[in-house]
């Protein structure tokens, strides 16, 4: 088969193995440059000034492409020998190389006109591009000729299309190459990206067995994979478990700080008595500092650690070289010789802890009287300390302790959350303690601090909560978790917590991790029943009626605690569905079928 192009009648297809038979081809101003398809027998193009038109030699009454460049005219085109669908062009006086690709489009039906997309680069560094050539072998490749007498070896890059898998890998395709990158070969900056991905972190997470053991909850905090965001979490559960007496099999119940401190009649009253420094001379005297005492502060104080757990938070803060932090738990405990005490030790620790000597120096010389020198002192360089706890001490110590300045040291975002409730517990009237408990529950419910939750509890403010945190940081896997645990109306009736169980059961399916899908699903049911039992999918039933032989199996109980396999009881004979015998005795290949059918049926009588 011959193409060719004639100024005044068009394209003409000639049959070079029968010369009897007639050209054929359109009548079209596009008769220059015309060259075939080497991946395609039966596809042609052609260009006139700045259309380009290409054509199947089937139907080549019209073309089945057509591309109209925005500049100059055309001045070659040419094919890829190496890929499929491509075309090349060059337009006059242009330093332009035009890419058109082939595409076929697969909309509304599989025969659809095919489309050209255009990508242009500039090939000769700004020289005119007079001609082109195609290497026949090596892929991409392209020789420029220029009007400047000067050639040019290019090689054309195709696009990449990235491609981002759900095991943490990138694929993507480089002419007839197909690159892959590991999350082991991938090189050190996108490994960081990858491994700072939640996705990935989940997944680590997921392996190691995170938030399964339910009998230290804060031990799952070593299993973050570098997120520290849920630590605080874990924490506050242990703590929330021990002060209401709970077991590793009890759900999770607590109404939240909120509601503890409101009491049963909505409105909990405190009541005022004064406290003294032990171990000073100020000890004897009568006017202490005022603190505040009731049941229901009581609880959120051993919540936090404070009060009755004191010693043991003492015990676990120095055993983590918190000495500060053990040392203003003592002053706000009214213990300052046991705080020095702390310091000075901790002093001996190492160089890191040298200048705790000198605070301990200082604590000592410490005096009630107003006015004096040391409060005069303790103020004016209290500001400059940047360790928290240390600066919230010297301006407890220095100041008249008025409510601002006991405002101030609740409101310390650099103290931790149960510090500065317990401090707030002790200190504030009620009234200001119950603004500020609400004002403290909003700000972390809005910003989706899981630590938050001790504030909230369990309820629709927590579910609220632990969205925003989802919502923050894509997180479905701690939600999920938690949500297990949990086991109060308000969790078993809103979608969400539902939601984010049914998510991440779907990305542990993606990452075919079917042993942790397995073990978070039985993690999930221990506390709820065994979960709901799924529909019978397949039953035996009778050929002729269609009726279930274990019709009934489904109705079936299942085991509280989902720990059993109960297979369907044979039915008793009166919920046996009945079958008239007469459909099976009018033809003789089907006895084989009445006597399977007959071992379990009751037939009854035809009245024929």
Wanted: net charge neutral; aromatic share 8%; hydrophobic share 35%.
């Amino acid at each position: 088969m011959l193409v060719g192009g004639f100024q005044t009648k068009g394209l003409r297809l000639f049959d070079l193995r029968d010369s009897a038979s007639k050209p054929r081809g359109p009548s079209t101003k596009a008769v220059y440059g015309v060259c075939g398809d080497p991946f395609n027998e039966h596809r042609v193009a052609s260009f006139s000034d700045n259309i380009l038109h290409v054509w199947d030699m089937r139907s080549f009454d019209k073309p089945i492409a057509t591309h109209e460049s925005s500049h100059k005219a055309i001045s070659q085109i040419q094919w890829s020998p190496t890929r499929y669908g491509l075309l090349g062009a060059v337009t006059k006086d242009s330093p332009d190389f035009r890419l058109l690709d082939l595409q076929h489009t697969h909309v509304m039906r599989d025969d659809h006109d095919p489309v050209l997309l255009e990508r242009s680069f500039n090939a000769t560094d700004g020289r005119a591009i007079t001609s082109f050539s195609w290497h026949p072998h090596l892929e991409n490749r392209v020789l420029f000729g220029t009007t400047t007498n000067t050639m040019h070896d290019v090689k054309v890059m195709e696009r990449i299309t990235l491609n981002w898998s759900k095991t943490h890998h990138l694929l993507w395709a480089c002419g007839r190459e197909t690159r892959y990158l590991s999350d082991i070969s991938a090189p050190e900056l996108v490994l960081h990206v990858i491994n700072d991905d939640i996705s990935m972190r989940m997944k680590i997470r997921a392996t190691n067995g995170y938030g399964l053991n339910v009998d230290k909850f804060a031990e799952n905090s070593a299993l973050l994979a570098g997120d520290n965001r849920p630590e605080a979490m874990w924490t506050a559960l242990d703590a929330i478990r021990n002060v209401e007496g709970l077991d590793s099999m009890d759900g999770m119940t607590f109404r939240g700080i909120r509601n503890v401190l409101a009491g049963e009649t909505g409105k909990a009253k405190s009541t005022a008595a004064m406290s003294v420094w032990e171990g000073t001379p100020y000890a004897g005297r009568k006017d202490g500092v005022p603190i505040y005492t009731s049941n229901e502060r009581d609880i959120i104080l051993r919540l936090c650690g404070w009060s009755l757990n004191k010693d043991s938070t003492l015990e676990s803060l120095l055993y983590q070289e918190q000495y500060e932090r053990a040392a203003a738990l003592c002053v706000f405990h009214f213990e300052l010789r046991k705080a020095i005490e702390i310091l000075q030790t901790a002093s001996k620790k190492g160089e890191n802890y040298r200048h705790l000597s000198i605070v301990a120096v200082a604590l000592s010389g410490f005096t009630d009287d107003q006015p004096s020198l040391w409060r005069s002192l303790s103020s004016t360089i209290t500001p400059e300390i940047e360790e928290p706890y240390l600066r919230a001490v010297l301006l407890f110590l220095s100041s008249s302790r008025s409510e601002g300045v006991l405002k101030r040291i609740s409101t310390d975002t650099d103290l931790q959350l149960e510090d500065r409730i317990a401090f707030a517990c002790t200190f504030l009237n009620d009234s200001v303690l119950t603004d500020f408990v609400k004002d403290l529950a909003e700000h972390f419910t809005s910003k989706g601090l899981l630590e938050g939750l001790i504030l909230t509890g369990f309820g629709t403010e927590g579910i609220d909560l632990v969205q925003n945190y989802v919502d923050k940081t894509s997180d479905v896997q701690t939600a999920s978790l938690l949500t297990a645990l949990v086991l109060t109306r308000e969790w078993s009736e809103d979608p969400r917590p539902h939601r984010w169980v049914e998510d991440y059961r779907e990305v542990l399916d993606s990452w075919m991790l079917w042993e942790a899908r397995a073990i978070f699903d039985v993690y999930n049911n221990r506390l709820k029943g065994g979960g709901p039992r799924m529909p019978r999918q397949i039953v035996a039933t009778c050929t002729f009626c269609g009726k279930s032989i274990a019709h009934n199996a489904s109705s079936q109980s299942v085991s509280g605690r989902g720990d059993k396999l109960l297979f369907p009881k044979t039915p008793n004979v009166s919920e046996i569905p009945k079958v008239c015998h007469r459909l099976f005795l009018a033809n003789s290949d089907l006895l084989f079928n009445f006597n399977v059918c007959n071992s379990n049926c009751n037939p009854i009588k035809c009245k024929k």
